[in-house]
């Protein structure tokens, strides 16, 4: 539990004022090797505890193992492409699937390794410029963080896109540690760092970056730096990297483009009909209270970067600046999106710690580690909109030729728990004009089935014909969630054969309908 005390104990210091003398190279790197195996236990432990959330658990779980057993290279939804997000997090996610097998753990692979990058560069960072103790405490705090904790075993993109930012900007200021030189290999490091958050997540992956490093140079008056930060390395190693992918998609789809880079992007960064429209004050508040206990002590962290006058420490506080501004801006805003203003809070609140005494903050470690596990038990608990009951049912009794048919809803995670195979049909009304104002499920189908008519005419039935779709051979099956049951529960012949406090599963035997 005392992950943090751990993490410090781990590497031996000694100090003089606050910088730690260098310590033989073989000590360093096995002190090293503990804590960054320390932090994968911890994460990993409880990984597996509770069942995949819904929507964004099931959803990306289900899109990884559909490329799995198709294209390794076009993200799939129910079958049709779907270019929400870029790959990288899929193909993590199959490469844990192959090694481990098809489950929970395996689905969050990628934001697992998203937040060890994230720990592992902070920690050499700051151990690297302002000793072994201060990033011990900087990975204790951060890997008792009720945000980092659970964000780090949750199935979507944030947390992978946040982890390659942070190693990007840790890089991209290593290149410039020596002014007014800019280090070539720790540029194409960080170029490769961008490149691959781009594949995660899109073109944050090397905005945020951009705008953390280019106006933190510029108030020093480094743009010699700046510019050099430019070099053809930079751009060749990025290419190399990111572009092969995003070029395959567009020469095979060519409405790909407008849709992943002008609507996914632009367009969804300044309207205001998307989802979880928050006022711009929205993060100021979220981050910190996402960051209980730890966050008692920004007040302190915040008076001692004023006071230190230190271009590194200004570093910290304007990549917060920078993280919080950006996401600020638009309408819509999730939690998951301020996780690359993690890495740099924690520095900042380490410094604060390691001054403060030590008690109190080993004392904070054990509460928000016992925190940290409170939170995932109560959702394992829970187990909030988990259809995995009923998915285990119909995977059970499912058989080939069977058809399974939702209606009015997508129960996302009941194609990765099931492991199906052939793709769901689902039956809605797709006129509704509303749609086009709306962010929601049908909304995802809807877009992806752009990129293939006629699997989507296909798989996205019209609600008139549910009682057809039941008919001939092979069983239809009917996964529901409870309180929607009333459709389901009128088909001739339908018959409930699982359920509990989430979900239902209801089946019609083959029959002529003629």
């Given at each position: 539990?005392?992950?943090?005390?751990?993490?410090?104990?781990?590497?031996?210091?000694?100090?003089?004022?606050?910088?730690?003398?260098?310590?033989?190279?073989?000590?360093?790197?096995?002190?090293?090797?503990?804590?960054?195996?320390?932090?994968?236990?911890?994460?990993?432990?409880?990984?597996?505890?509770?069942?995949?959330?819904?929507?964004?658990e099931?959803?990306?779980?289900?899109?990884?193992?559909?490329?799995?057993?198709?294209n390794?290279?076009?993200?799939?939804?129910?079958?049709?492409?779907f270019?929400?997000?870029?790959?990288?997090?899929?193909?993590?996610?199959?490469?844990?699937?192959?090694?481990f097998?098809?489950?929970?753990?395996?689905?969050?692979?990628?934001?697992?390794?998203?937040?060890?990058?994230?720990?592992?560069?902070?920690?050499?960072?700051?151990?690297?410029?302002?000793?072994?103790?201060?990033?011990?405490?900087?990975?204790?705090?951060?890997?008792?963080?009720?945000?980092?904790?659970?964000?780090?075993?949750?199935?979507n993109?944030?947390?992978?896109v946040?982890?390659?930012?942070?190693?990007?900007?840790?890089?991209?200021?290593?290149?410039?540690?020596?002014?007014?030189?800019?280090?070539?290999?720790?540029?194409?490091?960080?170029?490769?760092?961008?490149?691959?958050?781009?594949?995660?997540?899109?073109?944050?992956?090397?905005?945020?970056?951009?705008?953390?490093?280019?106006?933190?140079?510029?108030?020093?008056?480094?743009?010699?730096?700046?510019?050099?930060?430019?070099?053809?390395?930079?751009?060749?190693?990025?290419?190399?990297?990111?572009?092969?992918?995003?070029?395959?998609?567009?020469?095979?789809?060519?409405?790909?483009?407008?849709?992943?880079?002008?609507?996914?992007?632009?367009?969804?960064?300044?309207?205001?009909?998307?989802?979880?429209?928050?006022?711009?004050?929205?993060?100021?508040?979220?981050?910190?209270?996402?960051?209980?206990?730890?966050?008692?002590?920004?007040?302190?962290?915040?008076?001692?970067?004023?006071?230190?006058?230190?271009?590194?420490?200004?570093?910290?506080?304007?990549?917060?600046?920078?993280?919080?501004?950006?996401?600020?801006?638009?309408?819509?805003?999730?939690?998951?999106?301020v996780?690359?203003?993690?890495?740099?809070?924690?520095?900042?609140?380490?410094?604060?710690?390691?001054?403060?005494?030590?008690?109190?903050?080993?004392?904070?470690?054990?509460?928000?580690?016992?925190?940290?596990?409170?939170?995932?038990?109560?959702?394992?608990?829970?187990?909030?909109?988990?259809?995995?009951?009923?998915?285990?049912?119909?995977?059970?009794?499912?058989a080939?030729?069977?058809?399974?048919?939702?209606?009015?809803?997508?129960?996302?995670?009941?194609?990765?728990?099931?492991?199906?195979?052939?793709p769901?049909?689902?039956?809605?009304?797709?006129?509704?004009?509303?749609?086009?104002?709306?962010?929601?499920?049908?909304?995802e189908?809807?877009?992806?089935a752009?990129?293939?008519?006629?699997?989507?005419?296909?798989?996205?039935?019209?609600?008139?014909?549910?009682?057809?779709?039941?008919?001939?051979?092979?069983?239809?099956?009917?996964?529901?969630?409870?309180?929607?049951?009333?459709?389901?529960?009128?088909?001739?012949?339908?018959?409930?054969?699982?359920?509990?406090?989430?979900?239902?599963?209801?089946?019609?035997?083959?029959?002529?309908?003629?």
């Amino acid at each position: 539990m005392a992950v943090s005390r751990s993490v410090a104990d781990a590497v031996v210091i000694r100090e003089s004022g606050d910088s730690a003398r260098r310590q033989p190279i073989s000590s360093t790197t096995w002190s090293a090797t503990i804590v960054l195996a320390l932090l994968a236990v911890w994460l990993i432990a409880t990984m597996g505890l509770r069942p995949l959330l819904v929507p964004d658990e099931g959803r990306y779980a289900s899109v990884a193992l559909e490329m799995l057993r198709g294209n390794t290279l076009v993200p799939t939804l129910n079958g049709l492409p779907f270019f929400h997000k870029p790959p990288l997090f899929y193909w993590i996610d199959m490469a844990a699937m192959q090694l481990f097998g098809v489950g929970p753990l395996a689905a969050r692979a990628g934001s697992l390794l998203g937040a060890w990058i994230m720990g592992a560069t902070m920690f050499f960072g700051l151990r690297r410029w302002h000793g072994a103790r201060i990033a011990g405490i900087a990975l204790g705090v951060m890997a008792t963080s009720p945000f980092f904790f659970v964000a780090a075993q949750y199935a979507n993109h944030d947390m992978l896109v946040a982890g390659l930012i942070t190693a990007a900007i840790l890089a991209l200021a290593r290149a410039v540690d020596d002014p007014p030189q800019v280090h070539l290999r720790w540029l194409a490091t960080g170029a490769v760092a961008c490149a691959s958050a781009a594949l995660a997540k899109g073109l944050i992956g090397f905005v945020l970056p951009a705008l953390v490093i280019g106006p933190w140079l510029l108030a020093q008056g480094r743009w010699r730096q700046l510019v050099g930060l430019l070099h053809p390395v930079a751009w060749c190693a990025f290419l190399l990297v990111a572009a092969p992918w995003f070029v395959a998609m567009q020469l095979r789809f060519p409405e790909f483009f407008d849709y992943f880079f002008m609507e996914q992007h632009f367009r969804r960064f300044v309207q205001s009909s998307f989802n979880n429209v928050q006022p711009f004050w929205f993060f100021i508040l979220v981050l910190p209270a996402l960051m209980l206990p730890w966050a008692l002590w920004i007040p302190q962290a915040l008076r001692r970067a004023w006071s230190a006058r230190d271009a590194r420490i200004g570093l910290y506080v304007w990549w917060i600046v920078a993280v919080t501004g950006f996401f600020s801006l638009p309408s819509s805003k999730l939690v998951g999106y301020v996780l690359p203003a993690v890495a740099p809070l924690c520095a900042l609140l380490a410094m604060a710690l390691a001054h403060g005494g030590q008690r109190r903050w080993q004392w904070a470690t054990a509460g928000s580690a016992m925190l940290c596990l409170a939170l995932v038990g109560a959702i394992a608990w829970q187990s909030p909109k988990s259809s995995r009951g009923a998915a285990l049912a119909l995977a059970a009794a499912i058989a080939p030729g069977d058809k399974v048919v939702m209606v009015e809803e997508y129960l996302y995670d009941v194609p990765f728990y099931a492991q199906l195979v052939d793709p769901v049909i689902f039956v809605s009304d797709w006129n509704d004009p509303a749609l086009a104002h709306q962010d929601s499920w049908r909304n995802e189908l809807l877009d992806a089935a752009r990129f293939a008519p006629e699997r989507g005419r296909q798989v996205l039935q019209p609600i008139e014909l549910l009682g057809q779709l039941a008919c001939g051979t092979g069983t239809t099956w009917l996964p529901v969630s409870v309180g929607r049951v009333g459709p389901v529960a009128a088909l001739p012949g339908a018959v409930r054969v699982y359920g509990d406090k989430n979900s239902e599963l209801w089946r019609v035997a083959a029959r002529s309908c003629s």
